[in-house]
């Protein structure tokens, strides 16, 4: 499957922002997904993630309560609703699908996902 993140951009500390991770070539249905971050000067860092069904998710302590990640799988897409935003999510985000069969699994390290998206930059000032 081919991924492509958007939804990035500039926004206010507290204010909000949503990512959206478009799929192509396979159904999206048949991935787990997650999302990740890179700061700037700073590895990549895992935020949320999200079963197959949708029924199962995983965040970050950093995002807890903040972000809300869910899909729809009618439309190929994941989201990332991104609340009360902080200087520190400033970042690169980049979406990630791992093929399973399990549709309640979900997936936090980097090397679970075989598919990456290009990223998209969220910029958050104070």
């Known amino acids: 499957v081919q991924l492509q993140a958007s939804g990035g951009g500039l926004a206010r500390a507290g204010g909000s922002l949503r990512l959206s991770c478009v799929g192509s070539?396979?159904?999206?249905?048949?991935?787990?997904i997650g999302w990740f971050r890179q700061a700037p000067g700073k590895e990549r860092t895992f935020a949320a993630a999200?079963?197959?069904?949708?029924?199962?998710?995983l965040y970050s302590e950093s995002v807890k309560g903040r972000f809300t990640i869910s899909r729809d799988n009618a439309k190929d897409q994941v989201y990332l609703d991104m609340n009360k935003l902080k200087p520190e999510d400033t970042a690169v985000y980049y979406c990630a699908a791992r093929s399973t069969t399990n549709r309640w699994s979900v997936f936090q390290l980097e090397n679970n996902y075989r598919s990456w998206g290009q990223g998209t930059l969220v910029t958050v000032s104070s």
């Open positions: 070539g396979r159904t999206v249905s048949d991935y787990a």
């Open positions: 999200i079963s197959r069904d949708g029924d199962g998710t």
